[in-house]
């Protein structure tokens, strides 16, 4: 038996993903936690063989999270964003699976054996998606001052201060802030500088 626990702030998602998983005869869902507060202080003593986390939770991001799941747990990361380099930066610090939340019930039961079997499950859109994006990486689709802006945030700056720093209008520095968070497909500068810290120099 697959033992598995979903960890996701929406009630409805864990509710429809716990349903499909328990109507196969080989999983079962042992916990469901809405927050990483209470992953921390709940999962270790559940001892799930598989997780499937939610890479935006309210209190901490799961990539953060997915850094602190004991080991011999192997997680399956979930998410609407799937951008090649959040798809990267989870398999880099140790999942063994990525998930749009609009996958297919077959995706996920799939996903949960592939994983526990020892594999890596991908999407295969998101399959194409890394392999296109070794040749076509988000991060060279910045201009210059984009680039420059997302580095000053990265290194903590708020816009006025980078405003002040490059000579710039507070509205021009908002401007190109969204437009690089636009490219990258990323919400706030948290998951920009979870993407980028390797792969600004």
């Known amino acids: 038996m697959i033992n598995v626990v979903l960890i996701d702030d929406h009630m409805i998602v864990r509710a429809g993903f716990s349903q499909l998983l328990s109507l196969e005869e080989d999983i079962q869902v ?18 799930p063989d598989i997780c499937i986390l ?10 953060s999270l997915l850094q602190d799941i004991p080991s011999g747990i192997r997680c399956i990361m979930l998410s609407v964003n799937d951008s090649d380099l959040i798809v990267k930066k989870a398999l880099e610090l140790g ?15 799939q996903a949960v054996r592939t994983v526990y079997a020892g594999g890596v499950y991908l999407m ?6 890394l392999v296109s994006s070794r040749h076509n990486s988000p991060i060279e689709q910045l201009t210059k001052r984009e680039r420059e802006i997302c580095e000053l945030l990265i290194q903590g700056f708020d816009a006025k201060e ?3 720093k490059l000579n710039l209008s507070f509205k021009t520095v ?12 990323v ?15």
């Open 95 to 109: 999942a063994k699976g990525y998930l749009s939340k609009r996958c297919s019930a077959e995706e996920l039961i």
């Open 162 to 164: 980078i405003a002040d």
């Open 30 to 47: 042992i916990g469901e936690f809405g927050s990483a507060k209470e992953t921390r202080q709940n999962l270790p003593r559940l001892k």
């Open 187 to 201: 919400k706030n500068n948290v998951e920009l500088a979870n993407l980028l810290n390797p792969q600004i120099a």
């Open 124 to 129: 295969p859109e998101l399959t194409t998606k």
């Open 54 to 63: 939610d890479i935006s939770m309210p209190d901490e991001n799961g990539l």
């Open 174 to 185: 908002h401007v190109h802030r969204a437009n690089a968070m636009s490219k990258l497909n």
